[in-house]
């Protein structure tokens, strides 16, 4: 009972510490073998293979949105302005 709380000598899981693991650290797998090139590599791979799976739009579905989007984008375009105007006419009469 003379050991402090959190002591390193023995850890809380119970196992005994492997000096291996402790060299290494937690690094391990696939990133610990490979270099910075190869990481590189394997990312734009994964990039790829994650765009493979995308369900593109056709064209009269992205003519679709992107109409959707323009007329959306107008109509808030219009409503900023309007309360823009109303709140320039008020700041006018109550400051003069």
């Not at 900023?80 to 105007?85: L, M, W």
């Amino acid at each position: 009972m003379t050991e402090a709380l959190g002591s390193t000598a023995t850890p809380e899981s119970g196992r005994p510490e492997d000096e291996e693991t402790t060299k290494r650290g937690r690094r391990g797998g696939k990133r610990a073998k490979k270099g910075p090139f190869g990481r590189l590599a394997l990312f734009y791979r994964q990039i790829i293979a994650e765009l493979r799976k995308v369900v593109w739009p056709t064209r009269s579905q992205l003519s679709t949105y992107t109409s959707v989007v323009i007329v959306f984008v107008l109509i808030m375009i219009g409503i900023v302005t309007v309360i823009d105007y109303g709140f320039n006419n008020a700041i006018k009469y109550v400051f003069g």
